[in-house]
């Protein structure tokens, strides 16, 4: 079946530091890829997506592309403000299957 | 862009009662809803899926006497906690993927229920 790792956290960061969340699946056919992102208290928000290999999503400064050699979805940003602090989801959908998420991954980022 | 409600955002309650969680899509039609539940630091786990006009899927070791889910309409779901106990309290999460469009869309999420049982 379809399986979605990250990176473990916490992670902690100082204000403007680089970001690199790991994230790699396994899954049947063709994938489309997700992060989603929750600010505490809240429901999940789709940070960006990439449908096909070698598709790069990106949004409000988060990047990550879509690996399919080693079956990998990074997410990157290269300066992180406080106001990032949440959990990260990366996620993935094969078709006809439901969603499958990873385990989340939370950021703090200290001014 | 697509928009998911959410209702009530926060409900404490005393146990054995029944708490009713409404799930609207607000500006796209939605003949599959989802219900997740979280647990404080972890991931959404998903419970049920619904679907407009006939019954539920519900995964394996969720109970669907206790969470009743109704997808009456294309824009609203709801999920019924029955007889809720101290053990129920938890984030329930919404979720409704748009039925116009045929490729693989991502879900669109509500904002989440926090449900207390005292």
């Known amino acids: 079946g379809n399986s979605v790792t990250q990176m473990e956290g916490p992670v902690t960061l100082s204000e403007e530091a680089f970001l690199t969340i790991n994230c790699t699946y396994t899954a049947t056919g063709y994938p489309s890829l997700f992060w989603y992102v929750q600010y505490p208290g809240e429901g999940l928000q789709l940070l960006l997506k990439?449908?096909?290999?070698?598709d790069k999503g990106s949004n409000k400064g988060f990047e990550a592309t879509y690996r399919k050699e080693t079956t990998s979805f990074h997410l990157e940003k290269g300066s992180v403000q406080v106001s990032d602090s949440a959990v990260y989801f990366c996620?993935?959908?094969?078709?006809?299957?439901?969603?499958?998420f990873g385990p989340g991954t939370r950021l703090s980022v200290l001014p | 862009g697509a928009v998911v409600s959410q209702h009530p955002s926060w409900v404490i309650c005393k146990s054995g009662t029944s708490v009713k969680i409404e799930c609207r899509s607000l500006d796209f039609q939605a003949t599959t809803m989802f219900w997740y539940r979280q647990f404080p630091k972890q991931s959404l786990m998903l419970m049920a899926t619904s679907n407009e006009g006939s019954k539920a899927t519900y995964e394996q070791g969720v109970e669907k006497d206790k969470f009743l889910i109704n997808h009456a309409s294309l824009t609203l779901s709801t999920l019924t906690v029955t007889s809720a106990h101290p053990e129920d309290s938890s984030f329930y999460i919404c979720?409704?993927?748009?039925?116009?469009?045929?490729?693989?869309?991502?879900?669109?999420f509500g904002d989440g229920t926090r449900l207390s049982i005292l």
């Open positions: 996620a993935l959908i094969t078709y006809g299957q439901n969603f499958v």
């Open positions: 990439a449908t096909k290999a070698d």
């Open positions: 979720s409704a993927r748009d039925s116009s469009r045929e490729a693989v869309q991502p879900q669109h």
